[in-house]
């Protein structure tokens, strides 16, 4: 018996031995690098067959976005190439070709749209400095984070910031993505933020997104969020939260897609966080209106119920318009409808204090906002305008339906001495119905605008 299996061993080594190399490579193309290297230590012929320089080039360009230029520089061997970077960034393989290709991706569309945005951009930081920063917190970082700052530090503390901006006319906002060394500086320990790490800031609002680094206080580890403090708890640790991101993964590679797929507009060398549905869009005769919209944290907070949302509205006339056809804007009609489908209208004279002039070609845009106590509401409406020619002759243009929708939260898990939840009170109603002028983005400039004293109330 002992024979016979000996003998079939030495038969299955030999048939191995003469097979061709065609199909073997074509076996090993499917294993991953790690299974590859354990064929090498199976047999000589596997041994040579396993550092086949495709194979490694495959394994190359997948985990590590490496090219033939790339390889050229370096004059070394695929499968060499591939042992040198791994044991650099070994740890990060199962994120780093996911988040290097983001940041590749917003590069080379900054490099386009907002190239000053690129200089503010700082190398990559060094393991030693991870880990330091780790000794320094007493908490470790999660490794797609470590593994994204190993690829950029970060951004320098400048105006306009990489994670966003928004403005209104006595409100602006710009996001920094903040460096290691900022970041493990306004790492918090206090009563209802512990263990929790800035992302970003803004230095004209103060407002940082976090990232949650242990699951303590009712938020799940790698979470990322806005902070919210409870207006109406004694206690000042509670503090309730904005969910923007479940990983910094998921965080980072979603609002990239966002700003390269052109979902944020770029005005005046600045990446504004208004999200635009392609549905929303009305076209009455030659003019078309479309919609977007952004939720500003910063101005809300979930207890008590209060959501702030700005809307930005592009006016535009067909450039193939026939010239009588220009038009005045008169005024707006607003029907408003909350999640507990309670309504409001409203009705007023121009846009933001503003009566446009339509011709041909012409496009008009402008922000406006509005605030809601329901975590959704949406809004739908017309224009009224004249013709130039004949201001006996009077039409609508419709305003396509747009829906806001509050992001995820969480209330805190440490608030005591609050009044009762109040998720539903309605708002003022003198409050809802101001109407103000705001911000146009076609006519100033939105830098250096001091922070609010106090909320902004309801424009529309």
């Known amino acids: ?93 199962e994120h780093y070709a996911t988040l290097k290709q983001a940041w590749d991706n917003l590069k080379k569309y900054l490099d386009q749209k907002c190239p000053r945005m690129i200089v503010s951009l700082k190398e990559g930081v060094k393991e030693e400095e991870l880990d330091a920063v780790e000794a320094q917190i007493g908490c470790k970082l999660a490794n797609d984070y470590r593994c994204s700052f190993r690829i950029h530090n970060g951004q320098k503390l400048v105006v306009p910031g990489l994670m966003g901006s928004m403005a209104l006319s006595n409100h602006y ?17 206090r009563k209802g933020m512990r263990q929790c790490l800035p992302l970003t800031f803004c230095f004209h609002t103060g407002l940082s997104q976090y990232m949650a680094l242990e699951s303590v206080e009712g938020r799940n580890c790698n979470e990322i969020f806005y902070h919210c403090p409870d207006q109406m708890a004694q206690d000042p640790s509670a503090i309730d939260m904005f969910i923007t991101g479940s990983s910094f993964t998921e965080w980072f590679t979603s609002y990239v897609h966002n700003v390269v797929a052109g979902e944020y507009p770029i005005i005046r060398d600045q990446i504004f966080r208004y999200v635009h549905d392609k549905q929303c869009v009305a076209t009455t005769g030659d003019i078309k209106v479309a919609v977007s919209t952004s939720f500003l944290p910063e101005l809300s907070s979930v207890h008590p119920p209060h959501f702030f949302f700005t809307y930005r509205i592009r006016i535009e006339m ?30 007023g004279p121009g846009v933001v204090g503003e009566f446009p002039v339509m011709s041909p070609g012409k496009v008009h845009e402008y922000a406006s906002c509005t605030t809601f106590s329901t975590t959704s509401e949406f809004m739908e409406g017309h224009y009224t305008f004249h013709r130039l020619k004949n201001k006996e002759e009077v039409f609508n243009v419709s305003i396509p339906r747009f829906h806001m929708v509050c992001p995820p939260f969480r209330k805190s898990v440490v608030r005591t001495g609050s009044a009762s939840d109040a998720s539903t009170a309605p708002c003022n109603d003198e409050e809802r119905s101001s109407d103000t002028d705001d911000y146009d983005d076609g006519q100033r400039g939105g830098l250096n605008i001091p922070a609010p004293s106090g909320r902004c109330p309801r424009h529309i």
């Open 318 to 347: 067909a450039k193939d318009a026939l010239p009588e056809n220009a038009c005045q804007l008169d005024s707006r009609y607003w029907k408003i409808t909350n999640a507990n489908g309670n309504v409001e209208e409203v009705r």
């Open 1 to 93: 018996g002992a024979c016979a299996r000996s003998k079939m061993a030495a038969s299955m080594e030999l048939s191995l031995e003469v097979l061709p190399s065609d199909p073997l490579l074509l076996i090993l193309s499917f294993l991953d690098f790690r299974d590859l290297i354990s064929c090498s230590y199976v047999s000589r012929r596997l041994h040579e067959l396993s550092n086949h320089n495709p194979l490694w080039k495959t394994h190359c360009q997948k985990y590590w976005l490496l090219t033939e230029s790339d390889k050229a520089q370096r004059n070394q061997s695929w499968k060499s190439l591939f042992r040198e970077v791994y044991a650099d960034l070994g740890r990060y393989i």
């Open 173 to 189: 906002r710009s996001e920094d993505l903040l460096d290691i060394e900022t970041a493990a500086g306004g790492f918090q320990q």
